[in-house]
């Protein structure tokens, strides 16, 4: 990286050229030259954002957002669903914008007749779930959605530190499909019929829709809450 020029003094070279040559910097450069470093770090890789509080509740469902919430998210969705994809910038903006009012829990409705691989992904997000890490396998499942086969599934397992033998035991495990199948059976009840859906409080927000939209509905049910 090159400094502002007056970190370097000029020397002439053999009578040929005139070339700049670093200072020995002073106390005073040094800082000049750190504050230079962040600027530039910043410029280039933007500033982190800080991660979304991730927990499990009492009955050993993982979620992201407030620990003691005012207003739950359900989320239905299909990890082999592209609109569902498509959403979850927008679910993650809604938990940093409300960080300590609402909680987010996922729930699985594979559309099988459609996508195919959805119901494996399903399968392999509760065994996820059960050594502690949905949420990473759900990022990887969403960020490979062209690629849901047991063999995949079994690789992202790996990548992301699943024991897996407990795994491999889990998919096939009747307890398993039980879990999916009752999310399947809740979705029902909820009136969920499409993937995405978002039930939040008595409200049900369909597909992937724009940030403003779950602002509003979330805003309502806040204020009815009173």
Not at 58 to 87: H, M, T
Not at 89 to 117: C, I, K, S, W
Request: aromatic share 10%.
């Amino acid at each position: 990286m090159l400094l502002p020029r007056k970190f370097y003094k000029t020397r002439e070279v053999q009578g040929v050229a005139s070339v700049l040559f670093p200072l020995v910097p002073s106390e005073g450069m040094k800082k000049s030259i750190a504050l230079a470093a962040i600027f530039l770090s910043l410029m280039l890789f933007g500033c982190a954002s800080a991660p979304i509080n991730e927990g499990m509740t009492a009955d050993g469902r993982a979620y992201r957002g407030a620990a003691n919430p005012k207003l739950i998210i359900y989320e239905y969705s299909d990890f082999q669903c592209p609109f569902c994809s498509r959403a979850q910038g927008t679910v993650e903006e809604v938990l940093r914008a409300y960080p300590n009012e609402v909680q987010l829990q996922f729930r699985h409705y594979p559309l099988m007749d459609v996508h195919p691989q959805s119901y494996g992904a399903a399968l392999a997000a509760v065994c996820a779930e059960e050594q502690g890490k949905f949420w990473q396998m759900h990022d990887r499942m969403f960020a490979s959605q062209e690629a849901l086969f047991d063999a995949d599934l079994k690789k992202y397992a790996s990548e992301i530190g699943l024991d897996g033998d407990k795994f491999d035991i889990c998919l096939s495990s009747a307890a398993t499909a039980l879990k999916v199948r009752g999310d399947m059976d809740g979705a029902a009840s909820a009136g969920v019929q499409s993937t995405p859906n978002f039930k939040i409080g008595e409200s049900l927000v369909k597909g992937a829709q724009p940030f403003s939209k779950f602002k509003q509905v979330i805003d309502s049910e806040l204020a009815s809450l009173g």
